[in-house]
């Protein structure tokens, strides 16, 4: 199973459509999961059109996203099991906020957003992931978004780096 994961997409404000090299990789993808600041619907209108879709809400989206999307989800994918949080929140850095919503159900995967700044790490057994953005990467070199390949009980997780969102 192929997952695309993505965040911070800030559209329309950051990019008028979805840069080229995101769009490789959601023509093969089996799902999408958007880590929040989606900013419009528009954003997952099309996103549906490569593969089901589901996130949460961040910080910067609009009434409409936060009742379509929870603040925090968890997903089984091939036994593995992942849980999903924008991070956003006062205290701590982004990363060990989102590894303390979490920390009691010992997931095997966290993502979470909100930073920009791509992250890959493993904290007490859990694997914390942020993809970073492919619209707006602030003050990083590059854009970014990650892939979750699942098979049977093992997975691998990566970023995508490309230096154009055209």
Same mark, same amino acid.
Request: hydrophobic share 35%; charged share 25%; proline share 7%.
């Given at each position: 199973?192929?997952?695309?994961?993505?965040?911070?997409?800030?559209?329309?404000?950051?990019?008028?459509?979805?840069?080229? =090299?995101? /769009?490789?990789?959601?023509?093969?993808?089996?799902?999408?999961?958007?880590?929040?600041?989606?900013?419009?619907?528009?954003?997952?209108?099309?996103?549906? #059109?490569?593969?089901?879709?589901? &996130?949460?809400?961040?910080?910067?989206?609009?009434?409409?996203? #936060?009742?379509?999307?929870? =603040?925090?989800?968890?997903?089984?994918?091939?036994?593995?099991?992942?849980?999903?949080?924008?991070?956003? &929140?006062?205290?701590?850095?982004?990363?060990?906020?989102?590894?303390?919503?979490? =920390?009691? $159900?010992?997931?095997? /995967?966290?993502?979470?957003?909100?930073?920009?700044?791509?992250?890959?790490? #493993?904290?007490?057994?859990?694997?914390?992931?942020?993809?970073?953005?492919?619209?707006?990467? =602030? #003050?990083?070199? $590059?854009?970014?978004?990650?892939?979750? $390949?699942?098979? &049977?009980?093992?997975?691998?997780?990566?970023? /995508?780096?490309?230096?154009?969102?055209?």
């Amino acid at each position: 199973m192929k997952i695309v994961i993505l965040g911070d997409t800030h559209m329309p404000r950051m990019a008028k459509a979805l840069p080229p =090299r995101l /769009i490789a990789e959601l023509e093969t993808a089996d799902g999408i999961i958007h880590t929040g600041d989606w900013q419009t619907l528009e954003v997952l209108h099309e996103l549906k #059109r490569f593969a089901p879709v589901d &996130g949460v809400y961040g910080n910067a989206d609009s009434p409409e996203i #936060r009742e379509l999307f929870g =603040r925090e989800k968890r997903f089984i994918f091939d036994g593995i099991a992942v849980s999903l949080v924008h991070g956003d &929140g006062k205290g701590k850095t982004t990363p060990l906020r989102a590894l303390e919503t979490f =920390r009691e $159900e010992q997931p095997d /995967i966290i993502l979470f957003g909100h930073s920009h700044i791509p992250y890959h790490e #493993r904290h007490d057994g859990i694997v914390l992931f942020n993809p970073g953005s492919p619209t707006d990467k =602030r #003050r990083q070199p $590059e854009f970014s978004f990650g892939i979750l $390949e699942t098979a &049977g009980t093992g997975f691998s997780l990566r970023h /995508i780096f490309y230096s154009s969102k055209v």
